[in-house]
C-alpha cells in the first residue's frame, strides 16, 4: 500500500489533498526538492514540478504522475476537473495565510477545507515509522555515534566550544551525513547550564564538563543524541547531579512504550529529578518524536495527553541546569514497541573523563 492510498484510509474530508510543504512532498514522494505540489486523489496522485527538477523526478518518483510544472493553477484546475473533485483540503500546519488566499483567488468553485484535518492525518502517519524510515534513522545515528568517537580524543583544555562543534560537523560528513540534523551544541562549563546555548570561543577548562547535543541526517532522517562528558576530573557535585540525570534517563527508557500517555513519561524521569532536589533545573521536556523533522509529533512533555503510538521514534533526554555553575544533559532516542522500546542510541552513558 502507498502512502497516498494510506493517507486516504485516514482522511476523508475532502475530494483531494492539496500538500505543498517541503517536508511532506518527501514524505510522500521520496524525493528532496524546494519546490512542487502534489495533488493527491483517492484513485490517483500528480506531483507537479518545474524543469529543474523534472529528469530527477520522473527518475525516482513511483507512486505519482509526474507533470511539469508550467502554469500551476491552469494544471490544477485541470486536474480537479479530470477527478470531479469539489472540495480541496490544505495543509494548516505549514500553508501562509497569502497563499491561501491566491488559491481562494483562482479555485472559487472549489471549496477549500482549511481546517487541520488534513494536516492531523499526515501527523499521524508520520509518527508511525515504516522498516525503510527506521534503518534510515538508524543509520544516521550510527554516522553520530561514529563521529562522537572520532571527536573524544579532539576534546582538551584549551579547544574552544566553536572548535569542537565544528571538528564534529567535519566528522559527521566525512562519515556519510547529508546534513547536520540541527546547529550543534558544544558547551563548555558553566556555560552547559543554558539548555541549548551556541557554541562560542569559550576555552574549555580542566575540570570542566563539556555538553554535545547534535545529530546527523541520513536520506532526509535525523538522529538527535546528547553526551556530557569532563575534561579531567569532575567535582563530587558534577559526579552527582550527572548520576542523577542518568537516573531519571534510565527510568524513563525503562517505561516507554506504545500506550503510555506523553505526560506520563515525562513524569517517570521528572520525577526522579524532583525527588532529588534539582526540580526546578530541569525546564524542559523530557523528549520529542524525530523523523523528516527533529522536532516532530509526538512529545513527551507535561502538556501532551495523548498515548504514544507503537512505531513512534521518541526521545528520552532529561537535564539538570545549575545556572552559573554546570549543566548535564543525557539523551538517547528510542523506537516504541508493544512491550517497551529499542533504543537506537547505543553510545555508553557513563561518565567519561577525558585526560
Same mark, same amino acid.
Given at each position: 500500500?502507498?502512502?497516498?492510498?494510506?493517507?486516504?484510509?485516514?482522511?476523508?474530508?475532502?475530494?483531494?489533498?492539496?500538500?505543498?510543504?517541503?517536508?511532506?512532498?518527501?514524505?510522500?514522494?521520496?524525493?528532496?526538492?524546494?519546490?512542487?505540489?502534489?495533488?493527491?486523489?483517492?484513485?490517483?496522485?500528480?506531483?507537479?514540478?518545474?524543469?529543474?527538477?523534472?529528469?530527477?523526478?520522473?527518475?525516482?518518483?513511483?507512486?505519482?504522475?509526474?507533470?511539469?510544472?508550467?502554469?500551476?493553477?491552469?494544471?490544477?484546475?485541470?486536474?480537479?476537473?479530470?477527478?470531479?473533485?469539489?472540495?480541496?483540503?490544505?495543509?494548516?500546519?505549514?500553508?501562509?495565510?497569502?497563499?491561501?488566499?491566491?488559491?481562494?483567488?483562482?479555485?472559487?468553485?472549489?471549496?477549500?477545507?482549511?481546517?487541520?484535518?488534513?494536516?492531523?492525518? =499526515?501527523? &499521524?502517519? @508520520?509518527?508511525?515509522?515504516?522498516?525503510?524510515?527506521?534503518?534510515?534513522?538508524? $543509520?544516521?545515528? !550510527?554516522? *553520530? +555515534?561514529?563521529?562522537?568517537?572520532?571527536?573524544?580524543?579532539? =576534546?582538551? &583544555?584549551? @579547544?574552544?566550544?566553536?572548535?569542537?562543534?565544528?571538528?564534529?560537523?567535519?566528522? $559527521?560528513?566525512? !562519515?556519510? *551525513? +547529508?546534513?547536520?540534523?540541527?546547529?550543534?551544541?558544544?558547551?563548555?562549563? &558553566?556555560?552547559?547550564?543554558?539548555?541549548?546555548?551556541?557554541?562560542?570561543?569559550?576555552?574549555?577548562?580542566?575540570?570542566?564538563?563539556?555538553?554535545?547535543?547534535?545529530?546527523?541526517?541520513?536520506?532526509?532522517?535525523?538522529?538527535?543524541?546528547?553526551?556530557?562528558?569532563?575534561?579531567?576530573?569532575?567535582?563530587?557535585?558534577?559526579?552527582?547531579?550527572?548520576?542523577?540525570?542518568?537516573?531519571?534517563?534510565?527510568?524513563?527508557?525503562?517505561?516507554?512504550?506504545?500506550?503510555?500517555?506523553?505526560?506520563?513519561?515525562?513524569?517517570?524521569?521528572?520525577?526522579?529529578?524532583?525527588?532529588?532536589?534539582?526540580?526546578?533545573?530541569?525546564?524542559?521536556?523530557?523528549?520529542?518524536?524525530?523523523?523528516?523533522?527533529?522536532?516532530?509529533?509526538?512529545?513527551?512533555?507535561?502538556?501532551?495527553?495523548?498515548?504514544?503510538?507503537?512505531?513512534?521514534?521518541?526521545?528520552?533526554?532529561?537535564?539538570?541546569?545549575?545556572?552559573?555553575?554546570?549543566?548535564?544533559?543525557?539523551?538517547?532516542?528510542?523506537?516504541?514497541?508493544?512491550?517497551?522500546?529499542?533504543?537506537?542510541?547505543?553510545?555508553?552513558?557513563?561518565?567519561?573523563?577525558?585526560?
Amino acid at each position: 500500500m502507498t502512502r497516498f492510498e494510506r493517507l486516504f484510509e485516514k482522511f476523508s474530508g475532502a475530494d483531494c489533498a492539496l500538500i505543498t510543504s517541503d517536508i511532506n512532498r518527501r514524505y510522500f514522494t521520496g524525493m528532496k526538492s524546494s519546490a512542487g505540489i502534489i495533488l493527491a486523489f483517492p484513485q490517483k496522485a500528480y506531483l507537479l514540478i518545474d524543469f529543474r527538477y523534472i529528469e530527477k523526478a520522473r527518475a525516482v518518483v513511483a507512486d505519482a504522475e509526474v507533470i511539469e510544472l508550467k502554469k500551476l493553477c491552469p494544471q490544477l484546475t485541470e486536474l480537479l476537473a479530470k477527478h470531479n473533485a469539489h472540495s480541496m483540503a490544505i495543509e494548516s500546519e505549514s500553508m501562509t495565510v497569502k497563499e491561501l488566499n491566491t488559491y481562494r483567488h483562482f479555485f472559487k468553485d472549489i471549496t477549500i477545507i482549511d481546517d487541520d484535518s488534513l494536516s492531523n492525518a =499526515i501527523s &499521524a502517519m @508520520r509518527m508511525v515509522k515504516d522498516e525503510q524510515e527506521i534503518e534510515c534513522i538508524r $543509520m544516521a545515528q !550510527n554516522i *553520530a +555515534e561514529r563521529s562522537l568517537e572520532q571527536l573524544l580524543p579532539f =576534546i582538551r &583544555a584549551g @579547544r574552544t566550544e566553536r572548535e569542537i562543534a565544528l571538528e564534529l560537523n567535519r566528522l $559527521m560528513f566525512v !562519515n556519510g *551525513a +547529508e546534513d547536520i540534523s540541527f546547529d550543534t551544541i558544544v558547551l563548555a562549563g &558553566a556555560d552547559t547550564s543554558m539548555p541549548h546555548g551556541v557554541p562560542s570561543d569559550k576555552k574549555v577548562g580542566e575540570g570542566e564538563f563539556v555538553l554535545m547535543d547534535f545529530g546527523a541526517v541520513y536520506n532526509g532522517y535525523h538522529s538527535d543524541m546528547t553526551r556530557t562528558v569532563c575534561v579531567g576530573k569532575p567535582s563530587e557535585e558534577m559526579e552527582k547531579v550527572y548520576n542523577i540525570v542518568l537516573e531519571a534517563q534510565l527510568a524513563g527508557i525503562a517505561a516507554a512504550k506504545a500506550g503510555i500517555v506523553g505526560c506520563e513519561l515525562d513524569k517517570v524521569a521528572r520525577d526522579i529529578i524532583d525527588k532529588a532536589g534539582y526540580g526546578e533545573c530541569f525546564g524542559h521536556s523530557l523528549g520529542h518524536g524525530v523523523g523528516l523533522e527533529i522536532h516532530e509529533k509526538p512529545n513527551a512533555s507535561p502538556n501532551y495527553k495523548l498515548p504514544l503510538s507503537e512505531g513512534a521514534v521518541v526521545t528520552v533526554e532529561p537535564g539538570i541546569y545549575i545556572a552559573g555553575k554546570f549543566g548535564v544533559r543525557i539523551e538517547d532516542f528510542v523506537i516504541l514497541t508493544e512491550n517497551g522500546c529499542d533504543n537506537i542510541t547505543k553510545f555508553d552513558k557513563n561518565l567519561i573523563s577525558l585526560n
